[in-house]
């Protein structure tokens, strides 16, 4: 299972993004990367050098998730380059600006591919792999494909799946019968539209449209 990898320090670290400064009461701050980005280890204070080393600059691919694109990342990859940061933010293939390339037969793997041909193409190496929600899957395999390339591999609020699993075979079978029915209304089957702005947090009107 991916889940027992050595390599899966997503079991090891937390890294939470959170623009207003805010720590959650769960979380202990030990040190700052760069503007907005707090590193928080959930067992223990880290030490003077691993926080160093933290605060070095890192190689961040942040993986976006469902209904979203490289955009949703703007604000949190001009804080980390802000920082000293390498940061790359792919669009997965029939999302955001290459919604052009929406096609039946997707599948998580083409997904992977997506990323790992820009971790390929920009020579990347000791990248910190982030992938949030949706994107979970999609880190997951590129981290089977290329473990060598990567220092962290992390999960934001994303889905952790196991070999055969997919995001469907983790929800309860009602949901999953309604999004189904919903894609079949609207798509023929190829997509299920968004939810409101208000399903990821996302208050703000300027925001929202």
Same mark, same amino acid.
């Given at each position: ?7 899966? +320090? ?118 910190? =792999?982030?992938?949030? +929600? ?15 390339? =990567? ?59």
């Amino acid at each position: 299972m991916r889940s027992e990898k050595n390599y899966l +320090s997503a079991q090891k670290w937390r890294i939470t993004l959170d623009c207003s400064g805010k720590i959650p009461n769960a979380a202990k701050q030990v040190c700052h990367a760069g503007p907005n980005l707090l590193l928080i280890r959930s067992s223990k204070l880290l030490t003077a050098n691993e926080c160093d080393a933290m605060i070095a600059p890192q190689t961040f691919v942040l993986v976006h998730g469902a209904w979203h694109g490289s955009w949703c990342w703007r604000r949190v990859a001009e804080a980390l380059r802000a920082g000293g940061h390498l940061v790359f933010t792919p669009t997965l293939t029939g999302l955001g600006e290459r919604a052009h390339l929406l096609h039946p037969g997707l599948t998580i793997e083409d997904f992977a591919t997506d990323v790992a041909n820009v971790i390929e193409v920009e020579e990347l190496r000791d990248i910190v =792999l982030v992938g949030h +929600s949706f994107g979970g899957g999609p880190v997951s395999v590129v981290a089977d494909r290329m473990p060598e390339r =990567l220092k962290q591999l992390v999960f934001l609020d994303a889905w952790l799946l196991e070999d055969g699993q997919s995001v469907f075979s983790k929800l309860d079978p009602t949901i999953v019968a309604q999004r189904v029915k919903l894609a079949q209304e609207t798509s023929g089957g190829l997509t299920i539209p968004p939810p409101p702005p208000a399903a990821f947090g996302v208050t703000e009107p300027l925001d929202a449209e």
